[in-house]
């Protein structure tokens, strides 16, 4: 639904300042692009947040959230069909867009979440900036599981 909202909100400001049409004018397919760009990156970071806000099988939140896309924008296609509103393509684009739009913004999720387990459980703690190291007059251990440090300094 925040896509949703989102989307429109754009749609209004664009409207406002003159780089859309006013309402009810069709517009062209250079600007139907422009307006399928801006829906593909906030349903992308919409499916992000999905997946972050999700208490479990965050994907399968994600995915849920393109089908249900799918399915909008398939009535938009089916609303629009032969009405001139604009290039015909752009609506059908919207519905074929939304299910992998949603999976690129969870698995952007899934990623992200990875490298951070990776750099706190110590396979990959450069990444996080993180060493382990001893010394001969102090031995210091970084337990990065725990997240704590271990000073053995006698």
Do not use: N
Request: hydrophobic share 50%; aromatic share 8%; glycine share 10%.
């Amino acid at each position: 639904m925040a896509i949703v909202v989102l989307t429109t909100a754009v749609d209004v400001v664009l409207h406002s300042v003159g780089v859309f049409p006013p309402w009810g004018v069709p517009i062209d397919d250079r600007l139907s692009l422009i307006a399928t760009s801006y829906r593909v990156v906030l349903s992308v970071g919409g499916a992000y947040l999905t997946e972050a806000l999700a208490p479990q099988r965050p994907m399968k939140h994600a995915l849920i959230l393109g089908v249900m896309g799918t399915l909008m924008g398939l009535v938009g296609v089916v609303a629009t069909w032969g009405k001139g509103l604009g290039p015909a393509w752009y609506p059908i684009a919207l519905a074929v867009l939304a299910l992998p739009q949603c999976w690129a913004g969870g698995k952007l999720r899934d990623l992200q979440e990875s490298a951070g387990r990776r750099a706190y459980d110590g396979r990959d703690a450069a990444a996080a900036g993180m060493a382990s190291w001893t010394s001969p007059t102090c031995p210091l251990a970084f337990d990065l599981k725990a997240r704590s440090d271990s000073f053995d300094c006698r």
